[in-house]
């Protein structure tokens, strides 16, 4: 089995990585198509993090330095949400059809006809669609980190009792909009594995992804808090409650991949 870090250096000169990034062959049909409506896409987004990036918990318990910092806050965080939902909805176009398109086309057994492990394809061709985005994942980056931190340090200097809590909050700002991404790209990469219509695929991954983003919203786990009578803990239920299963799903679905790649693999021996 190849090194983990000596394979990484060689993906970029991988024909499967190159060819879903999009250097030489057919390009995506559905990316394509999606492409050519960004700007709605975009405006679309924004609208959707005015209105989820306007619900930050910060401001609970009517604290007057939370509300001062959520001011300053706002833009960051309208940004942050309005990147998440881009990057949820525009990974599945990458990695959805991916796989289905090749067995649509009958090039699947040609791929599995070269000395490549099925798992290496899989990631090859999963971080080729993904490296489509490259400008994405900068400002993801650079955003989430700027709303992390802010977080962390607003709630350690302003919220008294909780303030023990504020970098853990602040590093689970940070991780959920990548969380939330990864587990849209990952199951479009699982979906397409099960059919040959690319169609059906990103149908799938987008019921999957808008289903858990419906079930596991802040707006929910602020109602499990004030269900439960939590007041005093709203702000750390509402961040990482999601965070976490989030987390929990993304590995769930990181692992049906394994499991499906080890499936194929054997199909093919």
Not at 12 to 38: D, H, M
Not at 41 to 65: K, Q, R
Not at 159 to 165: C, L, M, N, T, V
Not at 209 to 233: H, P, R
Request: aromatic content about 14%; proline content about 4%.
């Amino acid at each position: 089995m190849q090194n983990p870090i000596a394979w990484w250096r060689t993906l970029s000169q991988n024909p499967v990585y190159l060819r879903e990034k999009g250097n030489w062959g057919k390009a995506n049909p559905f990316y394509e198509t999606i492409r050519r409506f960004l700007p709605f896409v975009i405006s679309g987004v924004i609208l959707l993090g005015l209105c989820t990036g306007s619900a930050n918990p910060a401001l609970f318990s009517g604290n007057d330095g939370l509300v001062a910092f959520w001011c300053f806050m706002c833009l960051p965080g309208i940004l942050l949400s309005a990147l998440t939902l881009f990057g949820s909805f525009m990974t599945p176009a990458l990695t959805a059809p991916s796989i289905s398109l090749e067995l649509a086309n009958g090039t699947w057994d040609i791929l599995r006809a070269t000395p490549l492990p099925t798992r290496t394809i899989l990631l090859a061709k999963l971080f080729g669609s993904l490296a489509r985005l490259r400008v994405f994942w900068w400002l993801l980056f650079i955003v989430s980190l700027f709303q992390g931190l802010l977080m962390a340090c607003s709630i350690t200097l302003a919220a008294g009792e909780y303030a023990i809590w504020g970098w853990l909050v602040g590093l689970s700002t940070v991780a959920r909009p990548w969380l939330e991404v990864l587990f849209a790209a990952f199951t479009g990469m699982l979906f397409s594995t099960w059919t040959q219509s690319g169609t059906m695929a990103l149908v799938g991954s987008y019921t999957a992804v808008v289903f858990f983003k419906l079930f596991n919203s802040a707006a929910l786990w602020l109602g499990i808090a004030a269900l439960l009578g939590a007041d005093e803990t709203i702000l750390l239920t509402s961040t990482l409650g999601p965070t976490f299963v989030y987390g929990v799903a993304t590995i769930a679905v990181s692992i049906g991949l394994v499991i499906r790649a080890n499936r194929l693999e054997q199909h093919r021996q």
